[in-house]
């Protein structure tokens, strides 16, 4: 089974700090992805990449970077921690696309960061 | 904007009835369709995938395509319980001059099988 493992399951951060999340998939995925889901709201990707080294602006960019340096592991980063990035992040993980028809994504298990 | 509908619901079905859940999609050049199940507090999981119009069936689970008119759904027959869960409807938007593509994800529907 393809293993999608964020670092931590839950996060207390202070407003201004900067925070790491981190993501690691063990199937050799091309493609990775970082969510947010807020009630009301669904998943709202916030960043995605298709390869090592290349990263792509999704919906909700402002406020997140990311690197990705190696395959497998794919981080997201808060800049500057601030209340209203209080949520839920999930990371998932493809194969991508092949004759224009797409893998499924799996998902690690989440990490509830709370902002306070 | 490309798009995908669901009602949220809540649907409330009584155990052992077929639970049936639906979705449409904007973009009419989408090949790719997917059922995640997200219970409460945990992270969305694959359950279903559909390519081809018409029917495919895994247990108790079917998914049915209809590219003509732009939806999917997923039946869920002699429904649990245990399928209390949001299910979240996923459609592949094609970019980069089709080369690649991501998923764009339906808000979900909340679905309650009661004993």
């Known amino acids: 089974d393809v293993k999608v493992t964020q670092s931590s399951r839950y996060l207390v951060k202070r407003t201004g700090e900067k925070v790491f999340l981190e993501c690691v998939q063990d199937m050799d995925h091309e493609n990775m992805f970082w969510y947010r889901q807020d009630p009301g709201l669904g998943l709202r990707l916030i960043y995605f990449?298709?390869?090592?080294?290349?990263?792509e602006k999704g919906d909700i960019p402002e406020g997140y970077s990311v690197s990705r340096e190696k395959k497998e592991r794919f981080s997201l980063i808060l800049e500057s921690a601030s209340t209203n990035q209080t949520s839920m992040y999930l990371c998932?993980?493809?194969?991508?696309?092949?004759?224009?028809?797409?893998?499924?994504?799996?998902f690690g298990s989440g990490t509830r960061l709370t902002v306070v | 904007q490309k798009e995908v509908e669901q009602n949220s619901g809540p649907l409330s079905v009584p155990e052992g009835a077929i639970a049936s859940l639906n979705c449409t999609y904007s973009?009419?050049?989408?090949?790719?369709f997917f059922w995640y199940r997200q219970y409460s507090g945990k992270s969305p999981e694959l359950i279903m995938s559909?390519?081809?119009?018409g029917d495919k069936e895994d247990g108790r689970f079917t998914a049915q395509l209809n590219k003509a008119s732009q939806y999917v759904s997923l039946l869920i027959r002699d429904s649990q319980p245990s399928d209390s869960a949001t299910y979240l409807c996923?459609?592949?938007?094609?970019?980069?001059?089709?080369?690649?593509?991501?998923?764009?994800f339906g808000k979900g529907t909340k679905l309650s099988v009661k004993p």
């Open positions: 990449s298709y390869d090592v080294k290349m990263k």
């Open positions: 559909i390519y081809s119009n």
């Open positions: 998932a993980s493809s194969f991508g696309t092949a004759g224009g028809y797409s893998y499924g994504y799996t």
């Open positions: 973009d009419r050049v989408s090949q790719s």
């Open positions: 996923a459609v592949n938007i094609m970019n980069y001059g089709g080369s690649q593509g991501n998923l764009i």
